[in-house]
């Protein structure tokens, strides 16, 4: 096992459609990380809406409250140096800007599929629920989702490897001197 590194916190917000891919580049990245001695932490939406948010509906304003739950701990997590992994769809800009702004530290990931591959993604069948009216506000379809305007890295998952993607992220923290890469990782590994 690596020796701890020495390391910066930092939260990366992955945002973007249910099904876009933001658990499977979180889940890589994490790998990755933790490969390499770094500390790191993943809030995923969905367990944080069974645990820390339980309760929170989907109205603007219990997502904006659910949002607003997971960067507090996010923000207790960057500022103790741990390298912090949100995977959440975080549909409305306003308050992933409220959250940067609180956590200093963040690195916004958009994870960005078509609505239409998104669907064919869909193992719990959650859009066509949607669709057929059994769940409503369902983001992407009866409820909006707000596109970053600047995200420090864009993900094209429909264009590009899970491989491709989690270099994007990795170098953009290298990059901005949170992590040192000693290399990449080279599986390809097919989208699902």
């Given at each position: 096992m690596k020796k701890m590194q020495q390391q910066r916190g930092v939260t990366i917000w992955l945002t973007g459609l249910s099904g876009s891919g933001k658990t499977t580049i979180c889940e890589n990245v994490e790998k990755y990380?933790?490969?390499e001695g770094y500390k790191v932490e993943v809030i995923d939406g969905d367990v944080a809406r069974q645990n820390l948010t339980k309760g929170l509906g989907f109205s603007k304003n219990d997502r904006d409250e659910n949002i607003r739950r997971i960067g507090f701990v996010a923000h207790l997590l960057t500022r103790n140096d741990v390298i912090v992994l949100v995977s959440v769809i975080s549909p409305y800009r306003a308050i992933r800007e409220e959250v940067r702004h609180l956590i200093g530290d963040f690195i916004e990931?958009?994870?960005?599929?078509?609505l239409l591959v998104c669907e064919q993604r869909d193992v719990?069948?959650?859009?066509q629920k949607a669709r057929d009216g059994e769940i409503k506000n369902?983001?992407?379809i009866d409820a909006p989702y707000e596109s970053p305007l600047f995200p420090e890295v864009e993900c094209i998952t429909d264009q590009e490897s899970v491989t491709e993607s989690v270099t994007k992220v990795l170098n953009k923290l290298e990059e901005l001197d949170y992590f040192r890469v000693s290399s990449l990782p080279g599986n390809e590994k097919a989208w699902g």
């Open positions: 990380l933790r490969i990931v958009y994870v960005n599929a078509p719990k069948g959650l859009y369902f983001t992407g």
